[in-house]
Structure formats: C-alpha cells, structure tokens
C-alpha cells in the first residue's frame, strides 16, 4: 500500500507494501516533486491523494458512510442533500402531518420490523382481517326478538271505525270487537346451524390472516432484493473511489516518466481520461443509490425522502441454507398461502355441512297478552295469555335447499383443486428459487476464489513493470479496469446470492433471519 498526502510546499511519502521495488518508491516520490515543481500540472493537482492498493476483502460489510453535510468547499447554491430530514416547507402537502421517526440507520432485520408495522398494504390486510373477525359473534349471537301492539277495533262512531263498524248491537252490546293484545316473537334457527355458521366466517377470517402473512412474505423478499441492491450500490461507489485512487497513482508514475523522457505525454492523458470516467460512473451510482433508499422508505411506510442508512453484515448475512427436500417439506407444512387455501377447504367443507342443514326447520316462539278494553281505558276487562309455536318449513319441493347443496358441493371441489394447484406451485416456486441461489452461490464463489485474485495480480505486476521503466501502459490501463470490472460484479454476485437466498427463504415460508 502507498499512501501519499502532499500540501502546498510539503511532500511526504510513507511507504507500506514491501513488495514493491525500491525503485517504484522513488519514481512515486519524483512524481510528488514534480506536481509542486512543474506548473504545467499544477492546475490539476488535487488537494490530498491516498492511494490504496490491496486485496478488497469485506465487499458488503462496510457501506460508504453518506453524510448530510456539504463540505466546506461545496457550492452553496447546490440542492439540499439528498438524505436529509424533510422539513415542512418542501414537503409536499400531502406530508405535512408529519413523518414517521423511526431511526435512521437500520440493517434488513430492523427494516423487516419496519414493514410489518407500518407499510400501508399490510396494514389494510390486517384491518380486513378484524373485521372479518368481528362478523363471527354477530353470526352467532341469537335473532333480534320482535314485539307487537294490536288493537283490534275502534270506538263506536270513531271516524276510523267505517262507518257501522264495531257499533253496539242486540247481539254484541260492547261491539264486534275491542281487545288489544301485546306480544312478544323470538325467532329460533335449528339447533347447530347457527354455530356452524360462525365456525365458517371464522375460519374464512383465519383464511384472510394467512393471507396477509403471504403478503408479508413476498413484500419482505422485495425489501431484502432492495436493501441489497442499495448494499451492492453503495460498495460499487467504494470500488469506483479506490480506482480513482489507483489512477491517481498510474498518473503521477506516468508524470513521473514523462519528465524523465521514459514516456509519452499522452500516457498521461490517457490516465487522466479513465480517471475523469470513472468518477463520471460515481454519479450515476449515487443516483441509482438515491432510488433505492427512496424505494425502501416508500417500501417500510417512511417519507421517501427521510435519511436513512443501511448497515449490512455479509460474513453472517451469508447462511448455511437448508436443503431443497427441507425447505419442500417446511413449505408444504408451514407456509401462509397453503395454510390460507387448506383454511378454505375446511370453510368449504363447513359450507356443504350448513346447506344440508337447509333441510331442517327453524322455529319461533310467539307470547301475547289479550285484555278486553281499549288501550287508554280503565283496566275493566280480564288478561288472557296465548303461547304460540311456529315452524319455517322449507317449501316448494326443497328447490333452494337442494341446488344450496349443489352450490356448497361445487364451492368445495373448486377449493379442493385450488389447494391443490397451489401446493403444486408453491413447490415449484421452491424448486426455481433453490436453482436461482444455487446459481448465484456458484457464480460469487467463483469470482471471489479465482477471477478477483487474478485480476488484482495481474494489476500489481503490470504496475511494477511499467514502474521500472517496462513497457505496457495500455497493458497496465487493461488490468486496472479489469479490476475493477470484476471488483463491481463481485460486490453484485455477493447482493444477488444474498438477494437468491432471501427468496428462497421466503418462497418457503421463511424469514431470512
């Protein structure tokens, strides 16, 4: 490793990396002499310079930290930072009530809990769930009783007695009628039917809350791809800042040639071009970074524009992942989506079991009370009370009990083949996603054990023959973009084998935890 800091009119050199040839060091340090002495490269000496050179071995572990805070050179004028807490003057209208204030810095566990709580798809899902819930005691709770007032005649020469109506005669000196009578109906259903009705909307509510931990599930594996996405962002900035650095180093040694008339100028430039991309590329990275923390603020019910910043551990991230006849037998057990469709086929079979019991009656039970007087008369007359039975018979052939039946039957079998199918694809959904992290379990090894390795020796010899006055510049431009080519696509191996095993967790019926 060579780490250099140069100010103004003070050159320091450290030299770690045993490895290279004393030569290299003072080629370094004739290039740090030349950027204070020579001012045709003075315009574009940066202020400080560390060079780093090594073996990258914590790709995911360690995320660049992303400060709120310009820098003491920063333009003013520049747009607040992109992580910083909203405030209610830019917040859009529909936000000014505030935002959730959760912390700031989360890892996938934390952001897990955050989703439960607060993302509004889960939070409808468990509503839906209580109040499917809440039907179950009405369904079981007994039929609203009816009361009942007659007054079964008028006042003789009331206008509402028609005329004659209800006139004293020879043979009925009170009237044809004036009793009252007050009663009291309680409707009965046959016995079980009512129980059996709230066992169904109880188990169709349990069906909803299977459901919504399905939900979970899948929302969580779409959390996870995004927080590993935003991981595998945030190490590709780091490997994008250590090839600065790298070419900062080929620089001032090609600088260092060139004013000892060992190189072509344009050795230099040429370094400064790849330099200046790939600090073009940080820009692009930071704004696919900027997405994916908005994404996964929206995802867990924040503000998409609160600060957040996300620590990842990979060492423990990276599991041992159970077997692919494991993982089918836990799935075909415990996962929410069967144990929602198997929930529908006892509701099912529940349903079969009420539409026969359509065949039996229903009672009510009818009290009254007669007295032989008006309503606002003086109590002139004897009580009389009458009890009455009645039976709801199913009439006209059973025709609404009969095709209820088929109904119920038809409701059951279609249940019976969605359990079915969806057993089928749950499995099948294991046996892709087992494959989709075999793939990336094989893919990040191989470029952990053999291509990264490779690249980087081939980087460091290219850069100590071109050093010691070898030929092979372009050689050595190769190998650094090489680098950090393969550098990028291990830190995405390693976010997508962790993203593969996160869904495959969760296809199982699993969280990654």
Do not use: C
């Amino acid at each position: 490793m060579i780490l250099s800091h140069y100010k103004t009119n003070t050159a320091i050199l450290t030299i770690f990396n045993k490895r290279l040839p004393v030569r290299v060091a003072y080629i370094v340090a004739a290039t740090a002499g030349i950027l204070l002495t020579n001012p045709s490269f003075s315009q574009n000496t940066p202020a400080s310079v560390t060079v780093q050179t090594g073996d990258p071995k914590d790709l995911l572990a360690v995320p660049p930290a992303i400060s709120n805070e310009s820098s003491p050179d920063s333009n003013p004028t520049k747009a607040v930072s992109l992580f910083a807490p909203v405030s209610s003057k830019d917040a859009p209208k529909i936000y000014t009530k505030g935002t959730p204030s959760g912390p700031a810095d989360m890892d996938l566990r934390q952001l897990w809990l955050e989703l439960k709580l607060n993302n509004p798809q889960l939070s409808s899902l468990r509503e839906s769930y209580l109040s499917a819930k809440a039907t179950v005691p009405q369904i079981n709770a007994p039929a609203n009783p009816q009361v009942g007032l007659v007054w079964s005649g008028m006042p003789p020469g009331s206008p509402f007695a028609l005329g004659g109506a209800n006139t004293p005669s020879s043979q009925n000196p009170g009237g044809i009628s004036s009793n009252n009578s007050i009663s009291i109906a309680q409707p009965f259903q046959f016995p079980g039917k009512k129980s059996l009705a709230s066992d169904i909307a109880n188990t169709n509510a349990e069906a909803l809350l299977a459901q919504s931990e399905s939900a979970y599930l899948q929302l969580g594996a779409q959390l996870s791809t995004l927080y590993y996405n935003a991981l595998a962002s945030q190490k590709q900035l780091q490997v994008l800042k250590e090839s600065v650095m790298r070419l900062e180093m080929i620089k001032n040694v090609a600088r260092a040639r060139y004013s000892n008339n060992a190189a072509a100028y344009v050795e230099y430039l040429n370094a400064q071009v790849s330099q200046s991309a790939a600090q073009a590329d940080q820009f692009n990275v930071e704004r696919q970074l900027q997405v994916s923390l908005s994404n996964i603020n929206t995802l867990v019910g924040r503000h998409s524009r609160e600060r957040l910043v996300l620590r990842g551990d990979v060492p423990r991230a990276i599991n041992s992942v159970p077997t692919l006849l494991e993982l089918e037998d836990y799935a075909e057990s415990s996962h929410p989506s069967l144990k929602s469709s198997a929930l529908q086929l006892e509701a099912a079979r529940k349903g079969v079991d009420l539409a026969k019991k359509a065949y039996l009656p229903d009672f009510q039970v009818i009290g009254s009370s007669f007295t032989p007087r008006g309503p606002f008369a003086a109590n002139n007359g004897t009580m009389f009370y009458q009890l009455e039975l009645d039976l709801v018979i199913p009439l006209y052939f059973f025709t609404k009990e009969k095709y209820g039946v088929e109904q119920a039957q038809r409701n059951q079998a279609a249940a019976e083949a969605g359990n079915i199918s969806n057993r089928q694809q749950i499995v099948l959904a294991v046996n892709s996603a087992y494959a989709a992290f075999d793939q990336a379990k094989n893919q990040n090894q191989f470029l952990k054990d053999r291509q990264v390795p490779q690249a980087d020796a081939a980087y460091k010899v290219a850069l100590t023959q071109y050093s010691n006055n070898g030929q092979g510049f372009n050689d050595l431009l190769t190998a650094q973009t090489q680098l950090r080519t393969l550098e990028v696509q291990l830190a995405f191996a390693q976010s997508n084998l962790l993203q593969a095993q996160t869904v495959l967790l969760a296809t199982a019926g699993k969280e990654p935890f």
